[in-house]
């Protein structure tokens, strides 16, 4: 169990998920994926086969305000603000957050949360 705001986690799903299918051609794909792993973090990852971000602006990512001209030369709607709020929250939790895209190929997002070992001894006392 993560100790993690639940709307605010609900925001930072929201907004890679949504961004995953808003950036995803008709038949691409999107998977989310949900893991843990031996050093007490849940590990999301949400990928798509969707455009992709252009290597030479993938440092501006989680920057305020970006877009990458890939994206504003399609039909979508968007502020620029979206990951730049997911990393804030992620690293509120005292998480991590980074990508892997490859331009027209699609672009995966990982989401590292720590696991609070002091949660888990609480829940374990009252089972």
């Known amino acids: 169990m993560a100790l993690l705001d639940p709307k605010k986690f ?17 038949h691409g794909k999107v998977r989310v994926a949900i ?9 999301i990852q949400v990928a798509d086969s969707g ?8 440092s501006k990512v989680f920057a305020k305000m970006f877009r990458a001209d890939n994206v504003r030369l399609m039909s979508v709607e968007g502020t620029g603000l979206g990951l730049y709020i997911v990393k804030a929250i992620i690293e509120g939790f005292g998480g991590k957050i980074r990508f892997d895209s490859e331009e027209n ?10 696991i609070k070992s002091s949660i888990i001894k609480a829940d ?4």
């Open 51 to 58: 455009c992709g971000i252009p290597k030479a602006q993938q």
């Open 124 to 127: 374990r006392k009252q089972l």
């Open 105 to 114: 190929k699609g672009t995966t997002f990982y989401i590292s949360i720590p």
């Open 10 to 26: 609900r925001i930072v799903i929201q907004n890679l998920v949504s961004n995953a299918i808003k950036y995803t051609p008709e």
């Open 35 to 43: 893991t843990s792993d031996q050093h007490h973090w849940v590990i």
